[in-house]
Each structure stands twice: as structure tokens, then as C-alpha cells.
Nanobody
Framework: QVQLVESGGGSVQAGGSLRLSCAAS????????MAWFRQVPGKEREALAH????????RYRASVKGRFTISQDNAKDTVYLQMNSLTPEDSAMYYC??????????????????WGQGTQVTVSS
């Protein structure tokens, strides 16, 4: 069974940076696609970035492209989301997700199989 544990959230001022971590366990075949999402209460969940672990191919939501970077450290079985130039609009609960299917690795997919518990990011102006 796949388990995902996010960390690294917190409070930061506008213009600052945070790096979120997603420590993963379980079969790697169940984690071919890794992704980061965020959600604000009362709003739809947004897909931010996807990573195909085998190829390293990445995809980003337009609003975060150039500011956020998804990456992986296979030795640590961890996926990261480096977030720079943060604005108050980036405040949200951030979730890590995984799926065995590479077909789920696109910004339109909301139905990845495995999810972490989330980590809160708050950006103040």
C-alpha cells in the first residue's frame, strides 16, 4: 500500500519561498505518476505539477510555471515542490498524490489513487 506524507508547509511573506516534501512508501509501480495539488476551502482542487518518475517529464499549471518546480530524489523516495515568488493567492492546503498509471499524469486529472494528508501554506502580504 502506498503512503504519502507531506511536510514543509508553513507561513511565509509574499515574495518568499518554501519547499514542500512528499515522502513516499510502497510499491514504486504504484507511483509511476507523482503530482502536487492545492485546495482552498470552498474552491475546487487545483492540479499544480505532475512528474512521470521514469522519464522525469514534468507538467505545470500555467499560473505556477516558472515559479514552482517539481523534482524527485529516488534515493530518499521523496518528491519535492520548490515554490518561489509566493503570493497570497498561493495560500492553500497542498497535497501530494500518486498513481500507478502514467495516463493520470496530466493537469486535467483529479482522480489519482493515493493522497497524502496535506500541508498548509500561508503567504502573507
Amino acid at each position: 500500500q502506498v503512503q504519502l506524507v507531506e511536510s514543509g508547509g508553513g507561513s511565509v511573506q509574499a515574495g518568499g519561498s518554501l519547499r514542500l516534501s512528499c515522502a513516499a512508501s510502497g510499491p514504486t509501480s504504484s507511483r509511476r505518476c507523482m503530482a502536487w495539488f492545492r485546495q482552498v476551502p470552498g474552491k475546487e482542487r487545483e492540479a499544480l505539477a505532475h512528474l512521470l518518475r521514469a522519464s522525469g517529464e514534468t507538467r505545470y499549471r500555467a499560473s505556477v510555471k516558472g515559479r514552482f518546480t517539481i523534482s524527485q530524489d529516488n534515493a530518499k523516495d521523496t518528491v519535492y515542490l520548490q515554490m518561489n515568488s509566493l503570493t497570497p493567492e498561493d495560500s492553500a492546503m497542498y497535497y501530494c498524490a500518486a498513481d500507478s498509471s502514467s495516463a493520470q499524469c496530466h493537469l486535467g486529472s483529479q482522480h489519482l489513487t493515493y493522497w497524502g494528508q496535506g500541508t498548509q501554506v500561508t503567504v502573507s502580504s
